[in-house]
C-alpha cells in the first residue's frame, strides 16, 4: 500500500493461532456519523475510513486469517446523495490502483463481487486490472463488495439454477445446498466464521444473508474510522471466548 506496512506478523498474546476465525467479514459503518461528531460534512468519513480498511487487511494478513470479506457499497447505497456516491467510487478506485503492489507484495488475492457491471467504467476497469493482477496470489482472500446485495445474489444464484434445470442440465432432485453455493459470489471461499459491524447497529442490511448463517456476530459501537488494530483484537479475542455449536449441543 502507499506507506511502509507496518508490522505485525507477531499475534498478540492474548489470541490463540489455532482458534482464530478462517473467514473474517466485516460491515464498515459510521464513516458519516464519524464526521459528523467533528462538525465535518458526513462525506469527510469515507478517506478516513479507507485508513481503517487499509489497516485492518494489514492485520487480518499479518495474524493469519485467510479471507476478509469487507461490505464497501450495497445496492441501497445508490439513494445516497449523489455527491456521496461518486466520493465513495472514486475512494475505491483510488484504494485498488494505490494499493495493488502491496498486495502483490504480500501474495494477497482480490476479489470484487456484487453487480459490478453497473459500476463506473473506469472503477470496472480497475477492478479488473487489480483482480487479474493478483489472480495468481496464493495468501489471504481479500474481497470487496461492491454494488452488492445479499438477497439480490440469491436471487441470481435462483435464476441460473433455474436456468439450468429449464435446459436439462439439472435435475430438481440434484439441487441442495453445495449445488446452491456454488452459484453465489463466494463459492471460492468458506462461509464466514465471525461478522464484524462496526457503529452499533443491530443489523445485517442485506450482507451475506445465506453465507452468516452460523457466524459468530460481534457488534462494537466503534465507529469504522476509528476502528484499529486494538479493536480487531479485541473482536478476535470475543470470537476465540465463544463456543461454536452450529445447532448442537
Known sequence: MTTKPTVLKELPADLKRDRLPRHVAVIMDGNGRWAKRRGLPR???????VDSLREAVRCCDDWGIQALTVYAFSTENWNRPQQEVMLIMTLIEQFLRRELPEMMERDIRLKLMGNLSALPASLQAAMEQSMNATSNNRGMQFTVATNYGGRQEILQACRTIAHQVQQGALSPDEIDESVFERHLYTASICDPDLLIR?????????????????SEIYITETLWPDFNRDELRRALLAYQQRERRFGKV
Open 43 to 49: 462525506i469527510m468519513g469515507h478517506p478516513r475510513g
Open 198 to 214: 462496526t457503529s452499533g447497529e443491530m443489523r445485517i442490511s442485506n450482507f451475506l444473508l445465506w453465507q452468516v448463517a452460523y
